[in-house]
């Protein structure tokens, strides 16, 4: 208690010197005994090297609740100090509409990284949490047997939102990578959205 109470008193930047002055199992207890807050801005004061060391020390459900706490930017920053792997792991302890956020806050190149570090379970959640626009254009990021194996995993009705918003020939080729059985389930959903988007908010709610 008195640790923490003086780690409370610090600033931001003296916390971060702090706790980066100590070893993995003292750093891991002083951030536990902060507040959600003090831990997101002690986190962002630390040099990258001693933040990404933090994160390793961390669980994955940890690192996803630390860094929800945190701004947009300082998330990023400390995402990109991590190992594709690590932040494809963390990720993953995440619910998909917060994946595909953090992911929208990422560099082109961390995001594909990211995304070909994730299971494509994960992947398809994150896709189908994105708008249209965003998941095609994550997908445009993965390679052929990547992008293959996440549509495979999404529901047919999010599938046909990322193909629906691809390129004409880029849709072709995605088409021509499902199965049979996942192509008509696909081009059923995208006639159902079609349809629905036809009608009227009473019309489309009976």
Not at 27 to 35: K, Q
Not at 143 to 161: F, H, I, N, Q
Not at 168 to 173: E, H, I, T, W
Not at 180 to 185: I, K
């Amino acid at each position: 208690e008195e640790q923490a109470a003086e780690l409370a008193g610090l600033s931001p930047a003296d916390r971060a010197a702090a706790v980066a002055g100590m070893s993995p199992e003292d750093a891991g207890d002083a951030l536990d005994m902060m507040t959600p807050q003090e831990r997101a801005e002690t986190l962002a004061a630390m040099e990258p090297t001693d933040r990404a060391k933090a994160l390793s020390e961390m669980s994955p459900d940890e690192s996803a609740e630390l860094l929800a706490a945190m701004r947009p930017k300082d998330r990023a920053a400390a995402l990109a100090g991590v190992s594709p792997e690590d932040r494809a792991e963390v990720l993953s302890a995440m619910r998909p509409k917060d994946r595909a956020r953090v992911l929208g806050e990422m560099s082109p190149d961390d995001r594909a990284d990211t995304l070909a570090a994730m299971s494509p379970r994960d992947r398809a959640d994150a896709l189908g949490a994105m708008s249209p626009e965003d998941s095609a254009a994550a997908s445009d990021a993965m390679t052929p047997a990547e992008r293959a194996a996440t549509l495979a995993a999404m529901k047919p009705k999010d599938r046909a939102k990322v193909i629906g918003a691809m390129p004409a020939d880029k849709r072709a080729a995605a088409l021509d990578a499902t199965s049979p059985a996942d192509r008509a389930a696909t081009l059923a959903a995208e006639e159902q959205a079609a349809e629905l988007a036809g009608l009227s908010p009473a019309d489309r709610a009976a």
